[in-house]
């Protein structure tokens, strides 16, 4: 009888102590972890012990321990993966593994405004945090300027090339629907023009107009005189850091239009759809010259007396800036 209820005794405090490391074990599960406030976090290589380390370093969990002993109790639910990933405030080691295998990694986003040259996009992709590898070489024009997400780790190369198709697709479209009888032929020369309108306004409500500007003086075999293309010969194919001068009119480049008669040889930046859909369709007018006006946009004109009168406003405006009272 004695030797019974010893074993009865040692059955229970078995139980007893199996019953505690359970309640322990879902304890440890499902309570409120040490993060204070919600965290992104680039979740390193080097297998869960790394993770578990760097998990435990940024405060999203207490001990690395508990979290291996987790991870490897659950491991019939997937791998861990590396990536940048959202973690929520006090989250639990069942939170934290749900986020690791299976939430999605955080979006990062990289725009691209429009009008950008070569060199200044290739400085936005080379500061693009999360980004790696090196920025291939591309041509003016190439890349259509949008907002384009990633996630940590993606490849320069790669996001570069998804900018470049989008620029294919987004010129093939809009080309396939230009309006009859233009005096340009090829979508190429489309982005081409497409580019000097970019350069020259950034309303939208004017681009369609600007647009019809330069497509009536190729109609008429006037040069297009746009001081974008005069600045972009000036900078050798950057961007100016100064006003232009009568010198840089005058400079015998292919890219500047007061020398030249029609479009230059490549784009002079990356326009966007709005300028693209502006050469494809702009606007009909008998306009053949604009300057700016004082407001952010442009005074137009029919003739050349109504076009000095408005450069001679402008001017007016530009010495009241210069000299205010």
């Known amino acids: 009888m004695r030797r019974l209820i010893a074993l009865l005794l040692l059955l229970l405090f078995l139980a007893a102590g199996a019953g505690g490391a359970f309640w ?103 500061a693009a945090e999360g980004l790696v590898g090196d920025t291939p070489s591309f041509a003016e024009g190439e890349i259509l300027p949008e907002t384009y997400a990633y996630q940590w780790g993606d490849n320069r190369a790669a996001l570069l090339r998804r900018a470049k198709q989008a620029m294919d697709q987004a010129l093939a479209e809009i080309w396939a629907a230009r309006a009859e009888n233009l005096p340009i032929d090829t979508a190429r020369e489309a982005l081409i023009l497409a580019s000097i309108v970019e350069r020259e306004t950034g309303q939208r409500e004017e681009r369609a107009r600007v647009a019809g500007v330069f497509i009536n003086r190729l109609r ?8 974008p293309t005069a600045a972009y010969a000036a900078a050798d194919g950057g961007v100016l850091e100064r006003a232009l001068t009568r010198a840089d009119l005058d400079r015998d480049h292919p890219f500047n ?69």
């Open 257 to 325: 239009t007061y020398r030249i008669r029609g479009l230059p040889p490549a784009p002079i930046a990356s326009p966007g759809r709005e300028a693209l859909r502006a050469v494809a369709r702009p606007e009909a007018t008998d306009y053949l010259y604009f300057v700016a006006d004082g407001t952010g946009g442009h005074a137009f004109g029919r003739t050349l007396e109504e076009h000095n009168r408005n450069v001679a406003r402008w001017r007016e405006i530009e010495r009241s800036r210069a000299n205010p009272r």
């Open 24 to 126: 322990y074990a879902r304890e440890q599960w499902t309570a409120p972890g040490p993060l204070a406030e919600p965290v992104q976090m680039v979740v390193p290589r080097g297998g869960t012990a790394a993770i578990a380390d760097a998990l435990a370093e940024r405060g999203i969990i207490a001990q690395p321990l508990p979290f291996l002993a987790a991870t490897w109790l659950t491991r019939s639910e997937g791998p861990l993966r590396a990536a940048e990933f959202q973690f929520p405030a006090r989250a639990s080691l069942c939170e934290v593994l749900h986020v690791l295998r299976d939430a999605r990694p955080v979006q990062r986003r990289l725009t691209i405004p429009e009008g950008l040259t070569v060199q200044q996009i290739t400085r936005l992709l080379e």
């Open 220 to 227: 008429r075999g006037m040069p297009l005189q746009s001081d």
